[in-house]
């Protein structure tokens, strides 16, 4: 079982792992999973509907940090003004990568 999951993280970019990191850092893993909706959408979903947008990092990155409503049901998702623009850049772009 070690080897197997040593053979996993070494196949894994670590770019990767440290943006999971940073979901996991600032709690969105409370309510976001990568494929299954959970309170929120699922990455999956948000990459799905908004990855083709020209601006679509931008985009995501500005809803982690200003939050919103209405878009994926009535639960609001708070703002996260503690979230660094650099990071909201570098999870987004993740996000956004996740097929």
Same mark, same amino acid.
Request: proline content about 3%.
């Given at each position: /079982?070690r080897k197997?999951v040593? *053979?996993?993280l070494?196949s894994?970019?670590v770019s ?6 940073l ?9 976001h999973q990568t494929?299954a909706?959970v309170? #929120?959408p699922?990455?999956?979903m *948000?990459?799905d ?5 020209a601006d679509a990092q931008?985009?995501?990155a #500005?809803?982690?940090r200003?939050g919103g409503? #209405? *878009?994926w #049901?009535?639960?609001? /998702?708070?703002a996260q003004?503690?979230?660094s623009?650099?990071?909201?850049? *570098?999870m ?8």
């Amino acid at each position: /079982m070690r080897k197997f999951v040593l *053979v996993v993280l070494l196949s894994l970019p670590v770019s990767a792992l440290a943006d999971e990191a940073l979901l996991k850092k600032y709690s969105c893993t409370a309510c976001h999973q990568t494929q299954a909706k959970v309170l #929120g959408p699922s990455y999956k979903m *948000v990459s799905d509907k908004y990855r083709d947008r020209a601006d679509a990092q931008s985009y995501v990155a #500005g809803k982690i940090r200003a939050g919103g409503k #209405g *878009v994926w #049901g009535q639960i609001a /998702m708070p703002a996260q003004a503690q979230v660094s623009e650099a990071d909201a850049q *570098v999870m987004a772009k993740y996000i956004l990568s996740i097929r």
